[in-house]
């Protein structure tokens, strides 16, 4: 069955950087690509950005850009979210998703818990 | 670009029908035909409930279903249960290449 497994939850410190692993199983991973989605407390479901498994490619959402960086690592079916110079304000569930640039992603990872504090 | 738009809440009685709008543009909802729903149920990942406006994904019930008109997807649940109780999101591919969702929607099911 298809899982997408999620690092732990962390804690990071203002302007420091944090990267969140996606680790995925039960299908080729190369023939899907991973959406980052966020939830801040009190907050709506956010687009972070999208990662082709097959070549890289990557769209990132405006508000992102610069901040974040989105990798997969095919020997290991591993998708990583790097993003840099955290605010208070980044303090969010971040989650994995496994789905098309199109927006439609039917299977989830179980999300990792992103608190940036001072 | 601007979240899609969604009530904030609605609400209804077990056995009742509800519909949640959500309302874009033409760079797009109007524009593409890739309209997801997902049910969010704090603590837990979201689900994808509705894809491509109207496709139900295996195992959703068809309680679910969902349309568009112009610039603005619905999501309508029959039948409403107890369970369906949950933040409801819209989300649209957009002209920019991008994804954007609405601001999402409680429901609560009286």
């Known amino acids: 069955q298809v899982q997408l497994v999620q690092s732990g939850a962390e804690v990071k410190k203002p302007g420091a950087s944090v990267k969140v692993s996606c680790k995925a199983s039960?299908?080729?991973?190369?023939?899907?690509?991973i959406s980052w989605v966020r939830r801040a407390p009190g907050q709506g479901l956010e687009w972070v950005g999208w990662i082709s498994a097959y070549d890289g490619h990557t769209k990132y959402a405006q508000k992102y850009q610069g901040r974040v960086t989105m990798t997969t690592d095919t020997s290991t079916s591993t998708a990583y979210m790097e993003l840099r110079s955290l605010r208070s304000d980044d303090t969010a569930v971040y989650y994995c998703?496994?789905?098309?640039?199109?927006?439609?992603?039917?299977?989830w990872g179980q999300g990792t818990l992103v608190t940036v504090s001072s | 670009q601007s979240a899609l738009t969604q009530p904030a809440s609605v609400s209804g009685s077990p056995g009742q029908s509800i519909t949640i709008s959500c309302t874009g543009t033409?760079?797009?909802?109007?524009?593409?035909?890739?309209v997801s729903w997902y049910q969010h149920h704090p603590g837990k990942a979201p689900k994808l409930m509705i894809s491509e406006v109207s496709d139900r994904p295996s195992g959703v019930s068809n309680r679910f279903s969902g349309s568009k008109s112009g610039n603005t997807a619905s999501l309508t649940i029959s039948g409403l249960q107890a369970e369906d109780e949950a933040d409801y999101y819209c989300?649209?591919?957009?002209?920019?290449?991008?994804?954007?969702f609405g601001g999402g929607t409680k429901l609560t099911v009286l």
């Open positions: 998703a496994r789905g098309s640039l199109t927006g439609t992603t039917n299977y």
């Open positions: 033409s760079s797009d909802v109007g524009g593409y035909n890739f």
């Open positions: 989300s649209s591919y957009t002209s920019s290449s991008l994804v954007i």
């Open positions: 039960g299908y080729t991973f190369t023939s899907f690509g």
